[in-house]
Structure formats: structure tokens, C-alpha cells
């Protein structure tokens, strides 16, 4: 394990993980873990949590019946309205992702 490695671990037992915004002990708006939100988000930041999220829609709709077979663009498209309107807001477009199913 490296150094980074060791870090990660430490600070992830020492803040713990909250998945919504609190105040913490010094009144920040914080989440995640211990991640200081009043201290803005760096670009590369910013980046690889875009990047994560996408990872994670992709993974979710791949599965999924209507997905098999799409073209990257295609896929691409679906995962973008999965990021804005959330996984449970594009699920709801029963026949768009009939459609999509069938090709159409």
C-alpha cells in the first residue's frame, strides 16, 4: 500500500461517509467524506466525480434490456439523460425506452 493508499484509508475512518450536506464542527457545509463544499471543487476534481458518475449510470443501464445493442452514440445519449434527469427521471420514459428497444 502507498502512501495515498494509506491516506484515502485513514481519512475515510477518521471522517466517516455522510451522503448529504451537513455543518461540521466548524460550520462548513461538508459531505461525502469530510469533503469541505464552502471550499469550492477544483477542475481535475470536478472531472473524475463527472467522470465516476457517469461510470456508475453506465454501469446501472447496460444491464438493461433496452440497452443491448446500442451504438456508442446512442448509449451515450441515454447516459447523459440518466445524469440530468437521474436513473428513476429517464426510467420513467417507458416509451422512449421502448422505442430505443426496439430501435425505433
Known amino acids: 500500500m502507498n502512501a495515498v493508499d494509506l491516506a484515502v484509508a485513514q481519512l ?10 451537513y455543518r461540521d464542527t466548524t ?12 471550499a469550492g471543487l477544483s477542475e481535475p476534481s470536478a472531472a473524475a466525480l ?12 447496460a444491464p438493461m434490456p433496452w440497452a443491448q445493442g446500442l451504438d456508442d452514440a446512442r448509449f451515450s ?3 447523459n439523460m440518466g445524469f440530468n434527469v437521474g436513473i ?3 426510467l420513467a420514459f417507458v416509451q ?4 430505443v428497444q426496439s430501435k425505433n
Open 96 to 99: 422512449m425506452l421502448s422505442a
Open 77 to 79: 445519449a441515454i447516459i
Open 27 to 38: 460550520g462548513h457545509l461538508t459531505i461525502g467524506y469530510g469533503f469541505n463544499v464552502d
Open 50 to 61: 463527472l467522470t465516476s458518475q457517469v461510470i456508475e449510470i453506465e454501469e446501472t443501464l
Open 12 to 21: 475515510k475512518m477518521a471522517e466517516g461517509f455522510r451522503h448529504v450536506l
Open 88 to 90: 428513476h427521471g429517464l
